[in-house]
């Protein structure tokens, strides 16, 4: 079973950049795909954007397209989130999840089967 483990939030302020990590372990990383979600006070956890095990298929969020970067780093079994222009709407605590299949070309939010225990972003006005 893979251990994720986030690291890169902090309170920052409107228009601000922040990249968020996630480090796994406990398993091949480079077989799987990766998500990245986020939870706001209050509401339910959604998706902001996934990667598949190349890096070859990339799919976000309306919300966060155009602004949020995801990549991955196999050789460092590590994923990040570049966040760009963020926003008070962007303060949540942030996930990465795993695939629970190997090697899918393109995973999708319901099949994510491993989790961390997230990172909080607070944007201020």
């Known amino acids: 079973q893979p251990q994720l483990v986030e690291s890169g939030g902090g309170l920052v302020q409107a228009g601000d950049s922040l990249r968020l990590s996630c480090t796994a372990s406990?398993?091949?990383?480079?077989?799987?795909?990766m998500g990245w979600f986020r939870q706001a006070p209050g509401k339910e956890r959604e998706f902001v954007g996934i990667?598949?095990?190349?890096?070859?298929?990339?799919a976000y969020a309306d919300s966060v397209e155009g602004r949020f970067t995801i990549s991955r780093d196999n050789a460092k079994k590590t994923l990040y989130l570049q966040m760009n222009s963020l926003k008070p709407e962007d303060t949540a605590v942030y996930y990465c999840?795993?695939?629970?299949?190997?090697?899918?070309?393109?995973?999708?939010?319901?099949?994510?089967?491993?989790w961390g225990k997230g990172t909080l972003v607070t944007v201020s006005s």
């Open positions: 990667i598949n095990w190349t890096g070859g298929y990339i």
């Open positions: 406990g398993r091949t990383f480079s077989n799987y795909g």
């Open positions: 999840a795993a695939d629970s299949s190997p090697l899918r070309k393109y995973p999708d939010a319901g099949g994510m089967g491993y």
